[in-house]
């Protein structure tokens, strides 16, 4: 079939609203990774759940997301993409709308579950129609730079709705809030989204399905679980067992006729490097999240609602940081040398946090704020490097992939940085704290009451551990500018990337 928007087409007014529309699943679906901050205690008051089934209700939406991202990508190209967004839009109200009205803590777990599914439906056919419907570069690049601010946005958003909501009406509030959006994209996306998939995909390879599941969920358990109870050998089982999983979702790709993931998409030379860098990226700022939210709570003593918001200051800059990268490389400052001043800009932040003390909330917080910049720099355009690298015929896949390297960075940066920054407090604390005391800085201020001089000695151990956790995190930034101006240097998605034939594209 013909294509109504061909290669390299202006996108006009039409597909800068239908761009509007999609921002609205992919806001919320990046808010329900934190929506939970605040609720949680008015749940436990009303569903009194155990505590693995708090834990639970907090995780299970990130660990179906995660697992299916691959497989709804995959999905999307071939029935699909506005097809699929469409009906994840129905699956997360529906599931929003138990979430609300829950009334059991099975209930809520197997609620957001069902959020899981719709938001692994989501969040790669937003970034695949934009692929879509942007087909010349410079407008392509500006789309991603605002998909890019909207999603880091959300998930910074997210924990303070929740505070506000639930401060003024019940916990199921931060629920209900999705479906007006959710209404909205439902009336519009049909009318404004066009929709496009592979005109010869093949048969959709279900083995690739559980495989891709078994190689994800179990490394991502294990990656977030580390940074609460150490090394454990439980973890490390979990984590080896994914990665065995791993290899063998990676063997059937490369040898299926019709493989879920296409190998065909790493011959650009822009898209493998962007998946690494994507994780690096994901890496450092969710490893970062992990000490200040902390910082600002149990040293600072900041309640939960002034954390979250002093936690948003160092959001302001990130709505310039994208656009200005964008047009720097439109300007024709070669995009690897952007990428490489973006992971340089997040190191240099690092090392800011690296200096900070047990009263130190500004120097915290403009390091964040020079982290974020640095980030979300290098995450818009190597998200942009990596779509416009893959075929368009594969643009859900291709997102789903970035995606998953973005979740497995967050679980490990949480994991890593975290265990440096715990090694170091258990090293600072004395050994004559109690065992409690020693595990956590939660722990010790518990028990504070009852050991004159233990929380000002914990929160000087705290803040120890984060300006080890900075040190090295610093470390990785910079080594990672060095890697992205080395197999980044002369790429020019541009050049090298046709749109083929084989696209279908129906308005």
């Not at 999240?289 to 918001?309: H, I, P, R």
Request: aromatic share 8%.
């Amino acid at each position: 079939m013909t294509n109504p928007n061909p290669a390299h087409a202006l996108a006009g007014r039409r597909e800068w609203t239908a761009l509007g529309v999609l921002m609205l699943p992919l806001l919320l679906v990046s808010m329900d990774v934190s929506v939970l901050y605040f609720a949680i205690p008015a749940i436990s008051a009303d569903l009194k759940p155990s505590g693995t089934q708090q834990l639970w209700i907090f995780d299970i939406y990130a660990f179906v997301l995660a697992g299916l991202l691959m497989t709804m990508g995959s999905l999307g190209d071939r029935i699909g993409r506005r097809k699929l967004l469409l009906i994840g839009a129905v699956a997360f109200s529906a599931a929003s709308l138990a979430a609300a009205y829950a009334n059991s803590a099975e209930m809520l777990i197997a609620a957001r579950a069902v959020l899981g599914i719709g938001g692994a439906t989501l969040m790669p056919s937003t970034m695949a129609l934009v692929r879509t419907m942007f087909t010349d570069s410079g407008q392509r690049a500006k789309a991603i730079g605002i998909w890019s601010g909207v999603m880091t946005a959300g998930i910074a958003l997210g924990s303070v709705m929740s505070g506000v909501l639930v401060e003024y009406f019940w916990w199921g509030s931060v629920f209900l809030v999705n479906l007006p959006a959710m209404v909205l994209l439902l009336v519009l996306g049909p009318i404004l989204l066009p929709e496009s998939r592979a005109s010869a995909p093949g048969r959709f390879d279900r083995l690739s399905v559980p495989l891709s599941m078994a190689a994800v969920l179990p490394v991502v358990y294990g990656l977030k679980e580390i940074p609460s109870d150490g090394w454990n050998v439980r973890y490390v089982v979990s984590i080896t067992v994914g990665l065995l999983f791993a290899a063998l979702f990676v063997h059937r790709q490369r040898t299926t006729a019709n493989p879920m993931i296409s190998p065909a998409l790493f011959r650009g030379r822009g898209f493998g490097p962007s998946v690494a860098l994507n994780l690096i990226s994901s890496f450092a700022m969710m490893g970062s999240a992990y000490f200040t939210t902390q910082y600002l709570q149990s040293v600072l003593g900041k309640s939960a609602l002034e954390a979250a918001l002093w936690a948003l200051l160092p959001s302001v800059p990130i709505g310039a940081a994208a656009p200005f990268a964008t047009s720097l490389v439109q300007k024709g400052v070669d995009r690897a040398h952007v990428i490489t001043a973006g992971f340089a800009i997040g190191a240099v932040g690092y090392t800011l946090l690296a200096f900070s003390g047990t009263d130190s909330m500004w120097l915290v917080l403009t390091a964040c704020g020079i982290l974020a910049v640095g980030i979300v720099t290098v995450i818009s355009q190597i998200t942009d490097l990596a779509m416009g690298s893959a075929p368009v015929e594969r643009a859900g896949s291709a997102s789903s992939l970035m995606e998953t390297g973005a979740e497995f960075g967050g679980a490990l940066g949480m994991a890593v940085l975290g265990s440096i920054g715990t090694a170091v407090y258990r090293h600072e604390m004395p050994g004559s704290a109690p065992d409690v005391a020693r595990e956590t800085l939660g722990g010790a201020l518990a028990v504070a009451d009852r050991f004159p001089g233990l929380a000002t000695t914990a929160r000087e151990a705290f803040t120890s551990g984060m300006q080890g956790a900075a040190i090295a995190g610093a470390v990785l930034l910079a080594g990672a500018a060095v890697l992205a101006a080395v197999t980044l240097r002369g790429v020019d998605v541009r050049k090298e990337t046709p749109e083929p034939e084989s696209e279908q594209s129906l308005a």
